[in-house]
């Protein structure tokens, strides 16, 4: 990766401010496209058909709790200019280990899954055997962080295929004609609340290693310290509105055609609802926005997976691209051993989704509350913080109902 375009503190020139810029638009889109992945796409297609306009409510839920999430996250990582597992270490020795293991196992088997969610919709555009049009689109990942400013190039295709998914999704809203009428109304009095969709969906959005793609982007491009606040905070709470949008649309693209009374295949929702919308044209959409959610989680996955062990070590630091590479690489060989995401090792990672929530936030909130020393000083709001315990108390259900998970692997 290239070096920070200025060090925290330093002056600015016009040069510095728009390389800070792209790299602000960079953060936003990476934490977003992170969580716009094929499990995004599948979960909030099922959650529709199940839930109908009352899934309106949980998505406002999920994202004023997302919010919460990485206004805290980003505020103190960014504050601090440490990444989550060295601020980690610092409050609590042999904590940022275990949250860097768990967030490098979960963010390695969600790739595989993200691997298959590129040959999928290589698959549906091209018609491209899905282990070639996996293997393919791993080889594009690795030509991103294998150029000389890759840094750059990251930042640009995370913007350019979040744009591409979210002007596609919103063609197929269109054309769907959903009840706006009734989705408005029950965002705000649902006619049906499922708690356990509510988790779900915060898991999927904040889990893992999602939580700190952007925030680690910032942290490399130096965009740091208490002075750049605002400009952090704006991003964090941008990042989290960018999925939402993307939900919103992708919840009223399919709303439309199942409340016109199709019902969605089994085997591929996704695949059947752009189909009813747009015929054989939405199926090559439907490619598209895969292929494209596909590429950039597996791009914001490795990246993110990566900058957890880097630090640990000078000569991981100074290989990281092509210790990205390597995941990436074996990441992409496990998907065509297997030719498909294994099932087993997917629900362990989601049920870590949940573990590592709780894990990483409990370590900012104490940080936030208590070690203003690790913050250069700045007072942190405590409005901000008391939002944090909040939640964090929440992630603990959240990682009591990933035990549930993990126990079916004996089942």
Known sequence: MEQPPAAAGSPRTPATARAGR??????????????????????????TAELGAAFAFAILVSVLVDVAVQLNVWRVIGVSGLRAQDLANRALPGAGYLLAALVVFGGFVFNIGNIGGTALGANAMLGLDPRIGGAASA???????????????????????????????????????????????????????????????????????????????????????????????????????????????????????????????????PASAFEAALGEVGLII?????????????????????????TFSDWLQRRRGWVVVAFIALSTVVYVALGQAPVTLLILAGALNGLILPVGLGVIVWVALRRRDLLQGYRYPLWLSL???????????????SLGGIAQLWE
């Open 22 to 47: 792209g790299a602000l638009l960079g953060a936003v889109f990476l934490m977003a496209t992170s969580a716009i992945g094929p499990g995004f796409i599948t979960q909030t297609t099922v959650f």
């Open 139 to 269: 080889l594009v990942a690795i030509v991103i962080f294998l150029s000389k400013r890759a840094g750059v190039a990251m930042d640009r295709i995370v913007v350019v295929l979040g744009l591409v998914m979210i002007v596609m999704v919103t063609w197929v809203a269109i054309t769907s004609d959903p009840p706006l009428g009734e989705a408005l109304r029950q965002t705000v009095r649902p006619d049906r609340v499922d708690f356990l969709v509510i988790v779900t969906l915060i898991g999927g959005t904040v889990g893992g290693y999602i939580t700190y793609a952007g925030a680690h982007r910032l942290v490399d491009s130096g965009i740091t310290g208490p002075d750049r606040v605002r400009e952090i905070s704006r991003v964090s709470v941008t990042g989290i509105l960018v999925a939402g949008v993307m939900r919103g649309l992708l919840f009223l693209a399919v709303l439309g055609v199942v409340a016109g009374g199709v019902a969605l295949s089994e085997e591929n929702p």
């Open 387 to 401: 939002c944090g315990l909040a939640v964090w108390i929440l992630t603990l259900y959240l990682a009591w109902q």
């Open 286 to 310: 439907f490619g598209v926005i895969l292929w494209a959610a596909g590429i950039t989680s597996v791009i914001g996955a490795s990246y993110t997976s990566v900058s957890f062990l880097a």
